[in-house]
Structures are given as C-alpha cells and as structure tokens.
C-alpha cells in the first residue's frame, strides 16, 4: 500500500479556486491510477477525478471546465485544481490510489464553498 498525504483544502468564497495535493509515499507504477473523490454528509463517496500514469484523465460531467487533475511524476504528487467553485463543491475531499485490486485514501480535506 501507499500513504496518501493530502494538503491545500479549506474555505472559499463562491466563484473562487482552491488547489488540493496529494503526495505519495512512494513512486506510482505505470499501472497506478489516482483519483479524488467527494463526499458531502450522508452521501456516498463519489469519484471527481481521476488520472492514470500516462497522464488519461477522466472527470464526473458537474466538474468539467472547472476542476483540473494533474500530476508530478517525480514528486509522487497529484493536484486537483478547481475553479469557479459553488456551493454544491463543498464536501470532504480524498485522495485515492488503486493499483493491483487495492485501493488506499488519504485523510480527507474539507472544502468549504460559501460567502
């Protein structure tokens, strides 16, 4: 497994950007895919983004044009960029790491979106 550290949530005006890192403990694979999920009280943890080590990434429709997964392969980071946040953005944020069936997370960021 991978230890996930995560930085960089907090609280934020509506139509305003945040920027989440996540760095990992180790080198990622080139079977590896990152990914950030969303979870909001009483809900499910739901994927946002995800990026694979060939740089493929994937967004859930509610993100795309706002929020941008990218990664550092020589720091073992991966970035979530998010801007023109609303209200509906607010949630705990995690990162993930799935590799060989397995999947790890990170702590957990909240991500506040109000005025």
């Known amino acids: 497994q991978v230890h996930l550290v995560e930085s960089g949530g907090g609280r934020v005006a509506p139509g305003g950007s945040l920027t989440l890192s996540c760095v990992a403990s180790r080198p990622l694979a080139t079977s590896e895919q990152m990914a950030w999920y969303r979870q909001v009280p009483g809900k499910e943890r739901d994927i946002v983004a995800s990026?694979?080590?060939?740089?493929?990434?994937g967004y859930v429709g509610a993100v795309k044009g706002r929020f941008a997964i990218s990664q550092d392969i020589a720091t073992n980071t991966v970035y979530l960029q998010m801007k023109a946040l609303t209200s509906e953005d607010t949630g705990i944020y995690f990162c993930?790491?799935?590799?060989?069936?397995?999947?790890?997370w990170g702590q957990g960021l909240q991500v506040t979106v109000s005025s």
């Open positions: 990026i694979t080590h060939d740089g493929i990434k």
């Open positions: 993930n790491d799935f590799v060989g069936g397995q999947f790890s």
